[in-house]
């Protein structure tokens, strides 16, 4: 059941199977975003625990070590025990995840059970990643797959534990080692799994967890020249960042899941009322903070004013408010900072011509919270059209011809992801074939599974995580050669 006044267990740094204090002794607050109260003081992980928990991770990952030494059912063994572990602490892992980032309860117990199957579905990789055997005349050749090492993993506040899945997933699969650092707003899930992980009978050191902020922790843990790969989900400046880190330090590999200005296409033939429910899902669920939101929604002209007319009567009727009340659809936003960037590109909807439909203020004085948003002849050149909001904002534009739709579709940096509502199957695999995107879902929005990859174009980012492919960013490939004497 859900818990508003659940006490977070855990709140020093996880390194070597071991809650420990940082080295410098520092702590800093996590709040919760519904109130603007403090929940915790947590440790403040630098520099100094990342080297030592890369040192752990090392010693887990020489080849002799208990962990190098598993078979890979035996992987497979412990990740499932883990697995229930997070369904017997299921309840608590959502009330705290509801504290720390303010989503609903109901939909914190949903990114749990979806962090499980996700983890569930890698669980099965452990055997199934395969070199070949290859024709070369007097020779044998074959190639190995192999993990790459030790690996750094940067996760974002907007779906903490469900990110957390998402990563240490495929690396477990494949038997790296871990060294991950939680956003700073929302460090206590991470936390709390970590202690799963060590009850569930992980060696020490395959994973290790540093609270702590990006110029410290995550720098540290991007330019370390021991980590072999940095896995990295945020905003496309941090990105660049980290990249550059990698680039400067030993060459890791980097992976990357950055922003999205997602659009959503509904033509004329589409039921109105499944396309308006669709699209308001799209961009309001997590309070808009999704990367791949269904930002823009594009509707053909000939259903344009009816469409509006219902979208601004159901973000009118989307109650906001305490997120462990059950009939609350929208919590706050994560933080003052992100409340206000947001109504900042509010005004500047209003302020270049586009007519506001709903919405558009903050709720109360208390917490950050702001009314579900819809603006109306939205024009592409806007800010809200370009820039990823990160918000309740739901930018509604007017199109007349599929061709036309593809390439304004097209025209921003991002290429995340994309949605299609239509009866007619020729226009779907249209857009689908055309749009720069690395999902689109077709009668539907934000269809992620565990085994289908994720991952964007263009700004949105490098490489895919999930499905298959999210365990090529955790792999080498080593050819053995053997001549037939």
Request: net charge negative; with cysteine; aromatic share 10%.
């Amino acid at each position: 059941m859900a818990d508003p006044n659940a006490q977070p267990k855990y709140t020093k740094l996880f390194i070597n199977n071991e809650f420990v204090d940082a080295t410098s002794g520092k702590t800093f607050a996590t709040f919760n975003p519904a109130t603007g109260k403090e929940i915790i003081q947590v440790a403040e992980g630098d520099k100094a625990d990342v080297n030592l928990a890369v040192a752990a991770a090392k010693k887990a990952f020489h080849r002799g070590s208990v962990w190098r030494q598993m078979s890979p059912l035996q992987r497979t063994n412990l990740m499932h025990i883990l697995c229930e572990l997070m369904e017997r602490d299921k309840h608590f892992l959502a009330s705290i995840e509801t504290q720390d980032n303010g989503k609903p309860f109901a939909e914190a117990l949903f990114d749990v059970t979806i962090s499980i199957m996700t983890l569930q579905y890698y669980a099965g990789w452990t055997d199934k990643f395969f070199g070949d055997t290859i024709p070369a005349g007097g020779f044998i050749a074959m190639t190995r797959k192999e993990p790459v090492g030790v690996v750094g993993q940067i996760i974002p506040w907007n779906y903490p534990l469900l990110m957390l899945a998402w990563k240490w997933g495929p690396a477990l699969a494949v038997g790296c080692t871990i060294v991950m650092k939680p956003a700073e707003q929302t460090p206590l899930t991470a936390l709390h799994m970590a202690a799963l992980a060590k009850e569930a009978g992980f060696p020490a050191g395959v994973i290790n967890v540093i609270n702590g902020f990006g110029p410290t922790a995550g720098a540290a843990i991007s330019e370390h020249p021991e980590i072999a790969k940095v896995a990295f989900t945020g905003s496309v400046d941090i990105g660049r960042i980290v990249m550059q880190a990698a680039a400067t330090s030993n060459l890791k590999r980097v992976s990357l899941e950055l922003g999205g200005k997602s659009p959503v296409v509904v033509f004329e033939d589409a039921d109105i009322d499944y396309a308006v429910d669709t699209t308001h899902e799209a961009l309001f669920s997590n309070h808009g903070q999704s990367c791949c939101a269904g930002s823009r929604t594009y509707v053909h002209e000939k259903i344009y004013d009816k469409f509006v007319e219902k979208a601004a009567a159901k973000a009118k009727a989307r109650k906001v408010g305490n997120p462990f009340e059950e009939s609350v659809l929208q919590g706050p936003q994560i933080d003052e900072e992100m409340m206000t960037k947001v109504l900042g590109y509010i005004e500047s909807g209003k302020q270049q011509g586009a007519k506001l439909q709903a919405g558009g203020k903050r709720i109360g004085n208390v917490g950050y919270f702001i009314e579900p948003t819809v603006f109306s002849d939205v024009k592409d050149d806007m800010l809200i059209a370009q820039e990823e909001i990160f918000g309740p904002v739901q930018s509604i534009f007017k199109f007349s011809c599929i061709d036309e739709m593809i390439d304004r579709a097209n025209n921003v940096q991002y290429g995340l992801a994309a949605g299609v509502i239509t009866n007619d199957i020729n226009k779907a695999m249209k857009f689908a074939n055309g749009v720069d995107a690395g999902s689109v879902w077709i009668n539907c929005y934000d269809a992620v599974l565990p085994q289908t990859p994720f991952g964007g174009y263009k700004h949105s980012g490098i490489g895919r995580e999930l499905g298959k492919d999210g365990l090529d960013n955790y792999l080498e490939t080593k050819t053995i050669t053997m001549k037939l004497l």
